[in-house]
């Protein structure tokens, strides 16, 4: 099959765009033709470009809502889809989710929209959630299928009313497999390592991780914060003001995340709304066990009490108890580490992903 996906921020590497790339990678490898379509040009396009992945930027694909760009955009996919003439189009996050739809209808071309969490997820904003949710409504009737990554996003869009339910088709992310000399090993060395990868923005939650690290300041441990963003500078402030600048690192975005989960005990995601997260993935890879916000897909991922702890949105007191007793436990450390990589394997594998993803391209290409 010739096969195009487009997502709309090239020029990171995060969870939708390592999504991608890994899916166009199996596809690739299935024997396939792709394409990648992306808004902005950076990390994501030049390590697609190094798998051999034929890239095309486009001029009026922009993350925020303009009327003049979103049109002009619509018409730029409709000229390229002419010339490529694909078998399926696969659009990643909300607004090339939008326009590539549209301009896939236009065309008849089968087409998929992959949600990385809905853009009208709880904690989000009140204004864009309700015109995001108005938005989706009305594409949801021209959409072919809709792959959700966490039965939770199913569960949100049927309860909302957003589209009809055999429209949707649940697929897992999945990531591959660390190699056995890149897994994390038990008895740690002192101090306690505890590692968060995510963006410093409104969507994610360091302030409250912050705050619950406060009582447990005397205690020897160390932090390791991962990735960037507009938000870094009053995090840094807040670290300052607390007194934990010895113990909160601030890494940027990193390229070797594994390196940190090697030597971690612990990794955290604290945050405000999300869809299926695949840093807990990667941690879960690892071995490692995982204090995160219970919103959305993560429960799909931490099972509560098993290979970690889910614990309430803003919910300071309780990330500083769920820290504590993992601490304090090297023998609860390991085993929920162990129910990590068991959940892990069995339902989160790049390979299970890639196989259903291209059986539903295969459906609705027939």
């Known amino acids: 099959m010739r096969i195009i996906q487009v997502i709309t921020l090239g020029h990171e590497l995060y969870g939708a765009q390592r999504h991608v790339i890994d899916l166009c990678e199996s596809l690739i490898e299935d024997g396939h033709e792709v394409f990648l379509m992306t808004g902005s040009s950076g990390k994501m396009v030049s390590q697609a470009r ?22 002009l955009g619509i018409i730029e ?26 301009a896939a209808w236009w065309l008849n071309i089968p087409n998929t929209f992959t949600v990385h969490g809905w853009a009208f997820a709880e904690g989000s904003g009140f204004v864009s959630r309700k015109m995001y949710q108005w938005i989706e409504k009305i594409i949801g009737w021209i959409s072919c299928k809709v792959i959700v990554i966490a039965e939770s996003d199913r569960q949100y869009a049927l309860k909302l009313k957003v589209i009809d339910a055999d429209k949707m088709r649940l697929i897992y992310h999945g990531i591959e497999a660390p190699k056995a000399d890149q897994q994390s090993t038990n008895p740690r060395k002192e101090p306690f390592t505890m590692v968060m990868s995510a963006r410093f923005q409104l969507q994610k939650d360091h302030g409250t991780l ?30 300052a003001e607390l007194g934990l600048t010895e113990k909160v690192f601030f890494e940027g975005a990193v390229d070797n995340v594994p390196d940190y989960l090697q030597r971690a005990d612990v990794f955290l995601l604290i945050t405000n709304w999300e869809g299926l997260p695949l840093s807990i993935l990667e941690a879960m890879s690892h071995g490692l066990p995982v204090i995160a916000t219970d919103v959305a897909g993560i429960k799909e991922e931490v099972w509560s009490g098993e290979n970690g ?45 890639a196989k259903r993803t291209i059986e539903l391209y295969q459906e609705i290409a027939q």
């Open 77 to 102: 996919l409709v000229s390229y889809f002419k010339s490529i003439k694909p078998d399926v189009v696969a659009s990643h996050s909300s607004k090339a989710g939008i326009l590539v739809r549209i």
């Open 50 to 71: 190094s798998l051999g992945l034929q890239t095309i930027q486009l001029r009026h694909l922009v993350r925020s809502i303009n009327p003049y760009h979103d049109l």
């Open 210 to 239: 912050i705050e619950a690290l406060l009582p447990l300041k005397e205690l020897p441990w160390k932090l390791y914060l991962l990735g960037d963003g507009e938000l870094l500078p009053k995090v840094k402030q807040k670290v």
């Open 309 to 353: 702890f889910l614990v309430p949105r803003k919910g300071v007191a309780e990330v500083t108890e769920a820290i504590r007793n993992l601490y304090s436990s090297q023998q609860l450390r390991a085993v929920m580490g162990l129910k990590s990589k068991e959940i892990f394997n069995a339902k989160f594998r790049k390979e299970q992903m």
